[in-house]
């Protein structure tokens, strides 16, 4: 199973734009790369997900390199509400199994003013 | 748009007691995921269900047992409750074929 490593914390301002990289270098052919967001108390929340390459959505971009073995992602312009815990997962496929979401220890991000 | 519903939100029981949690994952949606969260701790993965049927199971206590029901939804059944098995529990859903899965706000539980 792949295991993830992120940092455990960041502080940023609101305005700027925030990168949370992880790690996951044993990661294999068939995993997707994971986003989610949680609140204090909330259940976690889906941000972005990619494979490889870069994707985008309305929330953030998933930078991811070709040998894929970490992943970046990107929070333009963050704001106070944006301050949370980013769980990376990586996807662990098994045949005859179903999709289970791998936790590793997410990302606290403290926005400021 | 529906979501995941857990019931109930809040729950109290005292040591050695029993509690069952109730999940309601989103409409056609065939798979069911169980976690526990403790204070400050990341989830941890207890067991999922496919169509009804037990697909994969975590770290999930011997004293736990989990259901799918026809209507899908799922109930986590906590017998001999120790002081430890305080935490958040949330229960998510997703298509099997996809890999989002959607969470529901969370049962907290209070073993006293």
């Known amino acids: 199973l792949a295991k993830t490593t992120q940092p455990i914390s960041m502080d940023s301002y609101e305005g700027q734009e925030v990168n949370i990289t992880c790690s996951h270098n044993?990661?294999?052919?068939?995993?997707?790369i994971t986003w989610y967001q949680q609140f204090p108390s909330q259940g976690p929340r889906f941000i972005i997900q990619g494979y490889k390459t870069k994707v985008t959505n309305e929330v953030a971009s998933l930078f991811i390199p070709a040998d894929r073995k970490s992943s970046t992602l990107s929070l333009p312009r963050v704001s106070l509400s944006d301050t949370a815990v980013y769980y990376c997962?990586?996807?662990?496929?098994?045949?005859?199994?179903?999709?289970?979401?791998?936790w590793g220890a997410g990302t606290k991000l403290i926005i400021k003013p | 748009a529906a979501g995941v519903i857990q019931s109930p939100r809040h729950l109290i029981k005292e040591k050695r007691e029993t509690a069952t949690l109730k999940c309601y994952p989103i409409p056609r949606h065939d798979t069911v995921y169980w976690y526990q969260q403790g204070p400050g701790q990341d989830p941890q993965f207890l067991i999922s269900f496919y169509e009804k049927m037990q697909s994969d199971k975590g770290s999930i206590p011997d004293r736990f047992s989990a259901q799918q029901f026809s209507d899908y939804h799922s109930e986590l059944n906590m017998s001999s409750l120790e002081l430890g098995d305080s935490a958040l529990y949330f229960c998510?859903?997703?298509?099997?074929?996809?890999?989002?899965?959607?969470f529901g706000q969370g049962t907290r539980l209070t073993v006293v």
């Open positions: 998510a859903s997703s298509l099997r074929a996809a890999t989002e899965a959607f």
């Open positions: 044993n990661i294999a052919t068939n995993d997707y």
């Open positions: 997962l990586v996807g662990v496929w098994e045949q005859y199994s179903n999709y289970q979401l791998i």
